[in-house]
């Protein structure tokens, strides 16, 4: 089965600076990988994904690159702001066919400072 | 996401009863989900549905149950075998076609003395 490791566990970085966190998977099946944000008391909300045939993903501050040989795939957050400040999750998924099931890194707390 | 309900959002109970936490969604998605979390231990994997009448146990299924007797409906059962019941339950779902992610519910926060 799946298994995505994801650290850092926790993160602290000043306003504007940059957040990286990393995330691997364990099953070369895998090839759909969002991530997903989370604050306090609320439901996790995706905020980009990369499929395994794209290496970089960008919308805006946020970006993921995607190591497919490595199985590694990273978040990246530029100029962050306050409101960044929440639980990041990063997810693999299987291509369609068989058991899909859905597995999460242990998530990351970022805090951005003021 | 408006279209996954997820019912009540608070709930109490005595330990030994079993509860049923309620999951609907309007989306016609095929697939469905259970996670459970705790602080610290991101979303665990209790169980999950591809198509009706046919489910498949997560990483923690042990105390818990579920059915799947309709497309827009995943209820989860938490026995009183469950030793840890009280944790925040997030329901979810996806297409099950390539390239589609999780919709979450709001979540239940479940609490047992």
């Known amino acids: 089965g799946e298994n995505v490791e994801q650290h850092p566990s926790t993160l602290s970085v000043q306003e504007g600076d940059s957040a990286v966190i990393k995330c691997t998977y364990s099953?070369?099946?895998?090839?759909?990988f969002p991530w997903y944000k989370q604050e306090l008391g609320k439901r996790p909300q995706l905020i980009i994904d990369i499929r395994s045939n794209v290496g970089e993903k960008k919308d805006q501050r946020i970006a993921v690159t995607l190591n497919k040989t490595a199985k590694h795939f990273s978040l990246h957050i530029t100029e962050t702001q306050p409101e960044d400040s929440a639980v990041y999750f990063c997810a693999a998924i299987r291509r369609s066919g068989g058991y899909q099931k859905v597995t999460f890194g242990i998530g990351t707390k970022l805090q951005v400072i003021p | 996401d408006g279209g996954i309900t997820q019912s009540p959002k608070y709930l109490f109970r005595k330990e030994g009863q079993n509860v049923t936490l309620s999951c609907e969604q309007n989306l016609n998605h095929d697939a469905m989900y259970w996670y459970r979390q705790d602080p610290g231990q991101g979303l665990r994997l209790i169980y999950y549905?591809?198509?009706?009448?046919?489910?498949q146990k997560g990483d923690i299924a042990e105390g818990y149950s579920v059915s799947r007797e309709k497309k827009e409906s995943f209820p989860l059962t938490v026995t009183s075998a469950q030793k840890n019941p009280t944790a925040f339950y997030l329901c979810a779902s996806r297409d099950t076609g390539l390239n589609s992610p999780l919709h979450f519910g709001n979540g239940t926060r479940l609490t047992v003395t």
């Open positions: 099953d070369s099946a895998s090839n759909y």
């Open positions: 549905s591809q198509i009706v009448n046919d489910f």
